[in-house]
């Protein structure tokens, strides 16, 4: 995993030359914009994301819970490799596998909790505040602004 914080976001304005850069701020507000609004955004309480993974020749389930302002449950489970979990309540982050529960400290305690952080994209300067400008990229032949912490 990337040590940092990566954000590209689909540009919503042209390319500005290398002194015109815009600021975390603009491209931060572009994406609220761009993701529905504050307003919007903030409505929603609950979010449930499914998915399959191909993994090792088998595919697998993927399901993430989450409640607002910072509850996040993660599941995963494999034919070959069994079940997996990945949690926070609010105050404790834990992970399941074949070997147990284990209570999570310190650095992974901290990344579980802007992880569950439910309005983390409208957070993105508390989370990250030395979030940064790194000048724009094309992704998918759509031209975006990179931010890093």
């Given at each position: 995993?990337?040590?940092g914080f990566l954000l590209c976001l689909a540009a919503a304005f042209p390319a500005r030359a290398a002194d015109d850069a815009p600021s975390v701020d603009s491209v931060v507000n572009?994406?609220?914009?761009?993701s529905g609004g504050?307003?919007?955004l903030e409505k929603i309480k609950a979010r449930t994301i499914k998915g399959d993974l191909d993994f090792l020749?088998?595919?697998?389930?993927?399901?993430?819970?989450?409640?607002?302002?910072?509850?996040?449950?993660?599941?995963?489970?494999n034919p070959t490799l069994g079940a997996f979990a990945d949690g926070?309540?609010?105050?404790v982050a834990w992970s399941k596998d074949q070997s147990g529960i284990r209570v999570k400290a310190g650095e992974e305690?901290?990344?579980s909790k802007r992880d569950?952080?439910?309005?983390?994209?409208?957070?993105?300067?508390?989370?990250?505040?030395?979030?940064?400008?790194?000048g724009s990229d094309k992704l998918?032949?759509?031209?975006?602004?990179?931010?890093e912490s």
């Open positions: 995993m990337l040590s572009k994406f609220v914009e761009a504050r307003a919007a020749g088998s595919t697998s389930d993927w399901v993430m819970y989450a409640k607002a302002p910072n509850k996040q449950v993660s599941e995963f489970s926070f309540d609010g105050t305690l901290a990344k569950a952080d439910f309005y983390r994209h409208l957070n993105l300067k508390k989370l990250y505040p030395d979030l940064a400008y790194k998918d032949g759509e031209e975006v602004r990179i931010l």
